[in-house]
């Protein structure tokens, strides 16, 4: 089973500002890494993911994957008080779909 | 596309009752997820579905949990006699395909209350 560690725990960031969120998994083979957005009360939804070593940007987020070092991060570029939520990364192991989720990063965005 | 459905929103049980809780998945995906989300545990893997047929439950615990798909519209998930740390948010998600790198699509979830 994929050990997914997420810091920090809870960011705090000014509206307009850059929102930075790290993301360590445990086996260098892992397949897929994805970050969802969970608001209270609501199913996590997917907002992006990575498979290969490098960069990836999609609008306001950009997703760098290194796995040498087994690391991920998702920034955010002009945060918005909307964005505010908790940032789940997941990893996925094997060719099969199963997803293992960090314990997430609460992002609040102060306007 | 209404998503997948998840029902109740909520349940409250007593201790030692059953709870079953169901999942609609979106028309159309071959694979059904089940997780549990707890702030203690965080979200948990329990089991998964393709084509309905059970394909990995390392996640559930062995006794008193039970998952089926009896057709390609519904799943459930069955909690025997319930107890207080079985109190958390249960979360399905389907997805297109199984193969690796599929987007999940999550339901609301349901609050399982045991008191």
């Known amino acids: 089973q994929e050990k997914v560690q997420q810091s920090p725990e809870s960011l705090i960031v000014p509206e307009g500002a850059m929102s930075s969120l790290n993301c360590t998994f445990s086996?260098?083979?892992?397949?897929s890494i994805w970050w969802y957005q969970q608001h209270p009360g609501k199913g996590p939804e997917a907002l992006i993911s990575i498979f290969s070593n490098g960069n990836k940007k999609e609008g306001r987020l950009t997703v760098y994957l290194n796995r040498a070092s087994l690391h991920v991060s998702l920034h955010i570029r002009d945060s918005q008080p909307s964005d505010s939520a908790v940032y789940l990364c997941?990893?996925?192991?094997?060719?099969?779909?199963?997803?293992?989720f960090g314990s997430g990063t609460k992002l609040t965005v102060e306007p | 596309n209404a998503g997948v459905i998840q029902t109740p929103r909520h349940k409250v049980t007593g201790k030692g009752q059953e709870a079953t809780l169901w999942c609609e998945p979106i028309s159309g995906h071959s694979a059904v997820f089940w997780y549990r989300q707890t702030i203690v545990q965080g979200l948990e893997f329990l089991t998964y579905f393709r084509n309905q047929a059970p394909i990995d439950d390392s996640g559930m615990p062995k006794e008193r949990f039970s998952a089926q798909m009896p057709n390609q519209s519904h799943s459930t998930l069955k909690i025997q006699s319930t107890q207080p740390q079985d109190s958390a948010v249960y979360l399905c998600?389907?997805?297109?395909?199984?193969?690796?790198?599929?987007?999940?699509?999550f339901g609301h979830g349901t609050k399982l209350s045991v008191l």
């Open positions: 086996n260098s083979a892992s397949q």
């Open positions: 997941a990893v996925s192991m094997s060719n099969y779909n199963v997803l293992y």
């Open positions: 998600a389907s997805s297109l395909e199984d193969r690796g790198g599929e987007r999940l699509f």
